[in-house]
């Protein structure tokens, strides 16, 4: 029986390259994301690329009652989840601390805090009675150092830290892997949303150098979990050559 992984946010970026490489390497994938006509698609391509399935799931990880009534309400076939990875996130504008919207601030923490607990609380009796389950939570290198005009976005993701490592201590008596994967600049939908559609913005963050690609993420994320069953790689920090922290980044033009 082909092993489960569950990727939150799979319609774009590094989710969806994590879908189609856990795929490809014999696992069946559970797909989740609030845009169903993505879902739809990944889905096909997946099951037409690779003799694996797919499920996919249609919900809001802010919606707490949503996110257990999918999960809960999975064929009981999916519920044999072997990794669950915590990507669903973004970051809403980039302002400085005075000026910052606070529909903003809540969308982040909202959806890379709670969202990621509520997820996680859900999967979790999953990963436990399945035995060496492995949690992969999409920290960044904002949750390592504060960086100008980052403030929630860089919380939230120190939250996810936090997170992490509190999962590691709690879940050690069953064994769960957790890894906290922290990545810089990644050149994926992340600064269109950032920047809420503006395509020059946006772009404007990946030129004059050669930024990550959602592929690189998804070769690390199944890396970790290809290592034997004692190995855990807790903290994974990776950004491109041209990046040396949060806010120094060699750029050619
Ligand atoms: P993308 O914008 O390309 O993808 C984000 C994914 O998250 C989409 O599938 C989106 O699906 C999903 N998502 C967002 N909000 C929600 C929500 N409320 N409910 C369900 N799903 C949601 O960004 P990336 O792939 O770059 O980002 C993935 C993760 O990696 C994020 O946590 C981000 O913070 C982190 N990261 C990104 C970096 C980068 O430079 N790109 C660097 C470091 C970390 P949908 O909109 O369909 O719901
Ligand atoms: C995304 C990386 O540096 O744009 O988490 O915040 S950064």
């Not at 797909?31 to 099951?47: A, N, P, Q």
């Not at 860089?154 to 892997?177: G, P």
Request: glycine share 6%; aromatic share 10%; net charge positive.
């Amino acid at each position: 029986m082909a092993k489960i992984v569950f990727i939150s946010g799979a319609t774009a970026g590094f989710g969806k390259a994590c879908a189609l490489r856990f795929a490809k390497e014999g696992y069946d994938v559970i797909i989740t994301g609030r845009r169903k006509e993505r879902l739809d698609e990944l889905k096909k391509i997946i099951e037409s690329s690779f003799p694996q399935k797919a499920l996919a799931l249609c919900f809001d990880v802010q919606k707490r009652k949503q996110v257990f009534k999918h999960i809960n309400n999975m064929p009981e076939d999916w519920k044999r989840i072997n990794i669950l990875i915590n990507n669903a996130g973004l970051a809403a504008g980039r302002d400085l601390f005075d000026e910052a919207d606070i529909d903003d601030w809540d969308a982040m923490i909202d959806t890379n805090v709670k969202g990621l607990l509520y997820v996680s609380k859900a999967v979790i009796p999953f990963l436990i009675a399945g035995k060496n389950g492995h949690i992969i939570n999409m920290g960044s290198i904002a949750g390592k150092e504060v960086y100008e005009r980052g403030n929630a976005y860089c919380a939230s993701k120190f939250a996810v830290d936090a997170i992490s490592k509190s999962m590691r201590l709690d879940l050690l008596r069953h064994q769960v892997r957790v890894t906290n994967i922290s990545p810089g600049a990644a050149e994926t939908e992340f600064s269109l949303v950032r920047f809420k559609g503006d395509e020059e913005k946006a772009n404007a963050m990946y030129k004059g150098y050669k930024p990550l690609t959602a592929e690189d993420i998804a070769e690390l994320c199944f890396y970790v979990t290809s290592l034997p069953s004692h190995v855990c790689i807790n903290e994974l920090e990776v950004t491109c050559l041209a990046q040396a922290n949060t806010y120094t980044t060699f750029k050619s033009h």
